[in-house]
């Protein structure tokens, strides 16, 4: 198959339904985690704390969000307003601050999650399990070139994919077993 002769109405096509399949998900899931008070990137900013399972400073919470650290920081003031979230700066490096799930923020992952996680299942609820695999790895070559091309270390997104499938293995391990 040659794969260098592509059609730009199928390359543009592609990322046009990429881009809209990616904000309607993203409005849908903020739709669901909204109902508990919080919007879906501060969600966010709790699954990779709960996923990380240790403090992490700003910088790298930000890469593995994807985001500006204006950004992060902006949405770890409003999380540590309501005590989900609180800063410990590092024992080394006092310059360096680190971010930490609260106990309270625990909690509130608790409501979440399960909640994102049964939305995500309607979203894919047309994929059988394979194609859902298959979907997660091509996405997965997608956001690896799209990184190369960008100069950036690819890293730190291999480590927020596998940290947020922790945070679901963490969760479906001490979910409390329903009747």
């Given at each position: 198959?040659?794969?260098?002769q592509r059609d730009g109405a199928d390359l543009f096509g592609t990322w046009t339904l990429l881009h809209q399949a990616y904000l309607l998900t993203y409005k849908y899931l903020d739709q669901i985690v909204s109902?508990?008070?919080v919007s879906q990137a501060q969600a966010s900013v709790l699954l990779v704390?709960?996923?990380a399972d240790e403090p992490l400073p700003l910088s790298r919470l930000a890469r593995y969000l994807v985001?500006?650290?204006q950004s992060v920081t902006s949405l770890v003031d409003r999380l540590e307003l309501r005590g989900f979230v609180k800063r410990v700066p590092?024992?080394?490096d006092r310059r360096?601050?680190?971010v930490e799930l609260t106990p309270e923020g625990h909690k509130m992952f608790d409501e979440i999650f399960p909640r994102a996680l049964n939305g995500c299942g309607e979203v894919f609820t047309g994929l059988s399990a394979r194609e859902l695999k298959e979907f997660g790895q091509l996405c997965g070559k997608v956001r690896s070139r799209s990184a190369d091309l960008m100069g950036m270390d690819r890293a730190p997104f291999e480590k927020a994919t596998e940290t947020l499938r922790c945070a679901a293995k963490t969760y479906e391990e001490h979910a409390p077993v329903s009747s």
């Open positions: 198959m040659d794969t260098t109902r508990l008070g704390l709960k996923g985001q500006e650290a590092d024992q080394r360096v601050i680190h």
